[in-house]
């Protein structure tokens, strides 16, 4: 079955609403119109009752007429477009005289219709509106008035009014089907540049934009927001690229290292002390590639934020604890001294694994960038707004222009001032990536020549 359009769609939508609304319009008009009608025939049967009510007296069980050859004679001569008949019977129903317009008809009585109560009857094959008013001699009903006027004239303008109804109706249906079909098609114009715009956006092309249209509708903001969409791709990818670039280059260096060195070996006869130099040359190049493999995999992992999160209450003096034990060889090695000033036991709502790893690359980089005999600085403390925990470090510091791209992936400010110190350059951008995935506000203070500060808060 072929799907509609959706321009057809929201022109089909309004017409439905449409046709109910005038369906219901038309019904109220023929419904008043009829209303109407009744009303002006029962207000004229009415008056008929009184006028001829007023016309009779009743003598000895007889009703009599008051000058009965005027009342024919004004009965004949009346002309009107809906005229009354009138009848008179008696008791049982027996006619007893009738206006002269009846001619050879004759109005039924019903016995059982209410009294005094209009109601709809046939007069042969015409349609009448009926009263049958009771006349009492004392409390003994004599006898029965009865007047009836046609209803033909008012049927005929309650039909001619459904007819024109029933042909006005698909006819102002289809004209509105239309009319919204038009004016949707120029509604959702901006649809079409945007199908367009799709169309020719690919991964080599991401320029394209969609022109947004000058009315601020609910269309503005689609065309805005695919937009924005686009923007947030195209950065995506670029990132993607530079990031492929990126680790490319890291691995292909120690690779090309390790290639070189062992190439070096396998000329010539070496001795046994240049062969075990060069090997350990190599395994710490291969640690390096292990460790740089490790981290690509880790951003990764976290790349969409698909990692299940593991929340629980975690006591973050351990967790500080725990990572300066892990690291404590070389710090040892490297003469430093760590200091924890804990003043209490801090627990906050967290990823304890994910926090480790963000806890174990900040002193990483702290012991790495640090001088011999320099000291490591741990403090936690509670504020209005949350817990904050800081690691503050006496080291080399950086640049204030370097600050905003040190979590850049492969961004190492002072690896050219400093060759002796090794890295992949991916730690703070690891560090900043969980940091976003828990929630936690990651902040670094830092100057040349004094050292940095990197702190945390862990929201209440």
């Known amino acids: 079955m072929q799907q509609l359009s959706f321009k057809n769609r929201i022109a089909s939508n309004y017409i439905i609403t449409t046709a109910l609304l005038i369906f219901v319009v038309f019904f ?12 002006r025939v029962n207000n004229e049967i009415k008056k008929e009752v009184t006028e001829h009510l007023q016309e009779i007296e009743v003598i000895e069980n007889c009703v009599l007429l008051i000058e009965e050859e005027e009342w024919k004679l004004s009965q004949f001569n009346k002309v009107e477009v809906s005229p009354a008949f009138i009848q008179f019977v008696d008791e049982l129903g027996t006619m007893v005289e009738k206006s002269p317009n009846l001619k050879q008809k004759q109005l039924v009585f019903k016995p059982d219709a209410p009294v005094n109560e209009l109601f709809d009857t046939k007069l042969e094959n015409i349609s009448v509106r009926q009263i049958q008013v009771p006349l009492y001699q004392g409390t003994k009903i004599i006898g029965y008035l009865i007047v009836a006027m046609s209803l033909e004239d008012s049927v005929m303008v309650l039909n001619n009014l459904f007819k024109i109804m029933l042909l006005a109706y ?8 239309l009319i919204a079909r038009f004016i ?51 950065n995506a990818i670029e990132r993607e690229k530079q990031f492929t670039s990126d680790a490319s280059h890291e691995l292909r260096t120690p690779l090309a290292v390790i290639k070189g060195t062992l190439e070096v070996l396998i000329r010539k006869p070496r001795d046994p002390e240049e062969y075990k130099e060069k090997i350990a040359f190599c395994v710490s190049e291969v640690n390096r590639l292990n460790h740089l493999v490790d981290e690509l995999l880790l951003l990764a992992r976290f790349e969409n ?3 299940t999160l593991k929340m629980e209450s975690v006591s973050l003096n351990a967790v500080f604890l725990d990572v300066i034990s892990r690291n404590s060889t070389i710090i040892a090695e490297k003469k430093l001294k760590c200091q924890a000033h804990f003043a209490k036991d ?3 709502t967290t990823d304890a694994y994910l926090l ?58 002072k690896s050219n001032q400093h060759p002796e110190i090794k890295g992949t350059g991916l730690g703070l951008s690891i560090v900043k990536r969980l940091s976003l995935l828990l929630q936690i506000d990651l902040q670094i203070e830092s100057e040349e020549h004094k050292g940095t500060k990197v702190i945390l808060q862990f929201s209440n």
Not at 28 to 39: E, P
Not at 170 to 177: A, G, M, Q, S, T
Not at 186 to 212: F, G, M
């Open 356 to 413: 480790g790893i963000i806890v174990n690359n900040i002193l990483t980089n702290a012991i790495k960038y640090s001088k011999p005999n320099d000291t490591i600085v741990f403090e936690i403390a509670e504020t209005p707004s949350g817990t904050v925990c800081s690691i503050a470090d006496n080291g080399i510091g950086i640049a204030q222009e370097d600050l905003q791209k040190i979590f850049d992936q492969f961004y190492r400010s």
């Open 170 to 177: 698909p006819l102002i249906l289809l004209v509105l089907f």
């Open 346 to 348: 801090y627990y906050v």
């Open 184 to 234: 949707a098609g120029r509604s959702i114009k901006p649809i079409s540049a945007i199908i367009e715009t799709s169309n020719v956006i690919t991964k080599d092309n991401l320029k394209s934009r969609i022109p947004l249209p000058q009315n601020r509708d609910e269309l503005f903001i689609l065309s805005k927001t695919i937009n924005n969409l686009l923007d947030r791709v195209e």
């Open 28 to 39: 109220a008009i023929y419904s008043i119109v009829k209303f109407s009608i009744y009303i």
């Open 305 to 307: 934020q698909k990692q």
